[in-house]
T-cell receptor, first 111, second 115 residues
Framework: QKEVEQNSGPLSVPEGAIASLNCTYS??????FFWYRQYSGKSPELIMS????GDKEDGRFTAQLNKASQYVSLLIRDSQPSDSATYLC???????????FGTGTRLTVIP | NAGVTQTPKFQVLKTGQSMTLQCAQD?????MYWYRQDPGMGLRLIYY???????DKGEVPNGYNVSRLNKREFSLRLESAAPSQTSVYFC??????????????FGPGTRLTVL
């Protein structure tokens, strides 16, 4: 079983819609969770970090964490074509000093 | 601040050749990381250095060596390149603080092809 799992997509949403990206993780002791955005041919850049159960909002982005169910999600409201990218979920395991990354979900926002 | 820089951006090697990928950061971060990214596999950790003077294996260390030259620089060496090492290599750094684990910053990547 992989440490971090994501639906690889592709996920297509129309412009202005809400995009919902999901991630599950296997290490119940994980405490730190991150969403990175990666444009084609570019490096990952941080979108959101979340450490506590519940929702964390930053502009059009909302990260949701449920440690009991071991999932973390990212909602993108009012999706724009510029949001088209691959979104990587990353989790710090309880015994590790590094991140485990999912394989990413490719999002396409259709104008 | 340039952030995290990597050289070269692109490289083509023949099987058996050696090379060193260079990484430097100017953010005074104490932890540095080397990842490889392959289609369908996501980012996988090769080696990391929690602080100057220390290095540790990650998920896929075989075929690689690393050197933490100083606080700024962390190099990755392929002693005898193999086609299976064709990949995009990313270096990252993080300011390791007490408390919550904070974000890693990534360099622009090196695209390596081994023929």
């Amino acid at each position: 079983q992989k440490e971090v799992e994501q639906n690889s997509g592709p996920l297509s949403v129309p412009e202005g819609a809400i995009a919902s990206l999901n991630c599950t993780y296997s290490d119940r002791g994980s405490q730190s969770f991150f969403w990175y955005r990666q444009y084609s041919g570019k490096s990952p850049e941080l979108i959101m970090s979340i450490y506590s159960n519940g929702d964390k909002e930053d502009g059009r982005f909302t990260a949701q964490l449920n440690k009991a169910s071991q999932y973390v999600s990212l909602l993108i409201r009012d999706s724009q074509p510029s949001d088209s990218a691959t979104y990587l979920c990353a989790v710090k395991g309880s015994g590790a000093n590094n991140l485990f990354f999912g394989t990413g979900t490719r999002l396409t926002v259709i104008p | 601040n340039a952030g995290v820089t990597q050289t070269p951006k692109f490289q083509v090697l023949k099987t058996g050749q050696s090379m060193t990928l260079q990484c430097a950061q100017d953010m005074n971060h104490n932890s540095m990381y080397w990842y490889r990214q392959d289609p369908g596999m996501g980012l996988r950790l090769i080696y990391y250095s929690a602080s100057e003077g220390t290095t540790d294996k990650g998920e896929v260390p075989n075929g690689y060596n690393v050197s933490r030259l100083n606080k700024r620089e962390f190099s990755l060496r392929l002693e005898s390149a193999a086609p299976s090492q064709t990949s995009v290599y990313f270096c990252a750094s993080r300011n390791r603080l007490a408390g919550a684990y904070n974000e890693q910053f990534f360099g622009p990547g090196t695209r390596l092809t081994v023929l």
